[in-house]
Structure formats: C-alpha cells, structure tokens
C-alpha cells in the first residue's frame, strides 16, 4: 500500500480543520496542474471526504482516486453550441478508509484502515492515563493476530471493550506477568521480577507478530511529551524523539534517534512573533542544515504563505493558503519554484487543492 507525500500531509492537516468552525463534512480535492499551449489545466486526481458527528468528532474519512478517462464518446448536444461533442468518462475509485473510535472525554482511542473491498490493513489503539494523557500508541494486523492462546475466549468480539490489562504473580509473589490486550486479543506481555523494596524490574518482553509498532509517550510536570520510543516488529527498537518548548508551551526543538540511539536530525522552531512568521530548521546528524521552512501567517494566526528551502536555502516550493469569511480553509496553490515559465518570470502551480464545507 503507498499514498503519496501529498496525501499524508493533507490528511493530516485536515485533522484539525473542524476546529476551525462546525462541518458535518468536509471535501478536498487534490488537482494536478499543468500547461499546455498557453493554457492552464487542472485535472483532478484525488479526493477525501471527512464526515464528523455533532461534536466535532471526525468519524470516517475516505480517499478517492479519480483516474485517467476510460473511455471517449460523441453525444449530440443541441442548443447554442449544437453539434458533436466529444464526452469523457471518468472512474472514481475509493482506495482507503479511516474509521475512528472515541472514548468518553472526546480523545481519539481506536482507528481501523480499509483499503478496496472493506480489506482490512490494521488497527490501532492509543492509551490514556487517569488524566487523559497520552501514554502509548499500538498499531497491529489483525490478520496476523492468528494464535488463539492469545485470544480471550470469555469476552465476545460484540463488546466494547477497546483495550484492558492483566497481572498475575507465580507462588512465590516475586514474579509478576503484566498483559495488555487489545480487541480482546493479547498484543505484548511484559514479565518483571519483585525487589525486596516491592518494584518490578523488567526481565523479558513479548510481542506477538501482528504488531506493527508500539509507541511509548513520556511527559514532563506540564503534560507536554517530552519524548517517545517506538519498537517494531517483535519489540524491536525503530527509534525515539525527545522534544523541548518554550515558555509559552510551542514546541521549539525535536531531536530524532535511530534504533541505536543515534541523532539522526533535529528540528529547530523559531517563532517570529513581530513578522508573523515561524521558521523550522530540520539539520542533520552532524547538525549540518539540510533544510528549512519559513511559514508566514495572516492577522488570524494561521498559515499564508509556506515556503521550503533546501541547505544551500535555494527556493524549492512554496504554498498559498486561502480562507473564507468563517476563516475556513478552502484552497491551498502548491508551486514548484525549481521551474519557471517561458520567460523565467512567472511560477507554475502544479498542485491546486480545494476544500468544500456542508
């Protein structure tokens, strides 16, 4: 399964966007533009549709894939411009679906991808603690979850039940098994041994196949995530992030680790509260800069302009963001500024999106 660059961020962005004002579904439209004799022509290659509920919530989310025409016809067409028009026909095809699942406190705890045919391509489940922070994210194929020792038979696959934990010590109370399930399916156990002073101290560790990742999230005394370690496969290390902010609670720096705990990049973010405008510089393991994005915002505080820099701050390509009266989003103008027009004056837009509101 591949989605494009374009896809991601533009889901991801639409995550936020009923925050902005209430929808009960939101539209975006993904064109391609190019020229052609003069002639600009913007051809749709891919939609998502986002339904919420009354809260806010969003619900679902599916993305479309509008391809090429399949085939070409002439219909006679009467009126002012009677004659023989030539028709295209085009086929929409739904290529994934995101379901979502809340708990109580309106935090996001499950989400199920389906590609074509209702195929299922995971789940996954994140965890809060007793004040609603954050504490893991797993993500597992329930396809793969085949063992059926890790099945909890006692528990119908008809209950609500999204995540829940076990403990059991041996005889001689020195040994504790921790298990977490999921779906009511065993994803990891955990075995500690008990100290004299009564603490678990981790021995060993099991993952069952079916688990893609599992995210571990740590917070600092305000409840900002100071860093997050991910395994993957059979509890193997993916990597890790540590984060700071500043004292207005912005994130100002990511550092980002390999599966050995190497430093292979840092985020830097500056805010330029007097210009409006916020700088990420992302730099290397040698703390080399390998890129930059300048990001200038309206009187609103949000996104107008985006531009992206390679090291050398070269000008790769730049994003226009437009709004409505209820300072809704409702167009983004992507332009590669590596290629300019005939006569090296004019940028050439070659992604257009459009966001639709009902």
Not at 251 to 272: A, E, R
């Amino acid at each position: 399964m591949i989605i494009s660059t374009s896809l991601k961020y533009l889901f991801s962005f639409l995550l936020i966007i009923n925050s902005w004002g209430f929808c009960s579904r939101t539209t975006i439209k993904t064109y391609h533009v190019f020229e052609s004799f003069g002639t600009e022509t913007q051809e749709l290659k891919n939609s998502i549709i986002m339904n919420y509920n009354s809260e806010g919530l969003l619900l679902d989310s599916a993305i479309y894939s509008h391809t090429i025409p399949l085939s070409k016809k002439y219909i006679y067409v009467k009126g002012d411009k009677e004659g023989l028009k030539l028709q295209h026909t085009y086929k929409k095809e739904m290529i994934l679906t995101y379901l979502f699942k809340y708990n109580y406190h309106g935090n996001r705890v499950g989400t199920t991808l389906l590609g074509t045919g209702d195929s299922l391509y995971w789940k996954e489940f994140q965890k809060y603690d007793d004040n609603q922070i954050l504490i893991k994210k797993i993500r597992y194929n329930p396809s793969k979850a085949i063992n059926k020792e890790m099945k909890i038979n006692n528990i119908s696959d008809q209950d609500e039940m999204i995540w829940s934990e076990s403990y059991s010590y041996d005889y001689t109370g020195t040994v504790l098994e921790h298990k977490e399930l999921y779906n009511n399916y065993v994803l990891s156990i955990t075995n500690y041994t008990i100290d004299s002073l009564k603490k678990p101290i981790k021995q060993t560790a099991y993952f069952d196949p079916s688990v893609i990742f599992q995210t571990i999230f740590f917070h600092n005394d305000k409840n900002q995530i100071s860093h997050k370690n991910s395994v993957g496969r059979l509890g193997q290390s993916i990597g890790s992030k540590s984060y700071e902010y500043d004292i207005l609670g912005r994130q100002v720096k990511t550092n980002t680790y390999s599966k050995s705990g190497v430093l292979d990049q840092t985020l830097n973010i500056v805010y330029d509260d007097d210009n409006f405008k916020i700088f990420d510089y992302y730099s290397d393991s040698i703390l080399k800069l390998a890129s930059m994005k300048e990001v200038l915002l309206n009187n609103m505080g949000k996104p107008y302009i985006e531009t992206i820099l390679d090291g050398e701050e070269n000008v790769l390509e730049k994003n226009v963001y437009y709004y409505d009266g209820n300072n809704r989003i409702v167009k983004i103008k992507q332009y590669d500024m590596t290629i300019r027009g005939k006569d090296n004056d004019r940028e050439i837009p070659i992604r257009l999106h459009t966001y639709e509101y009902d």
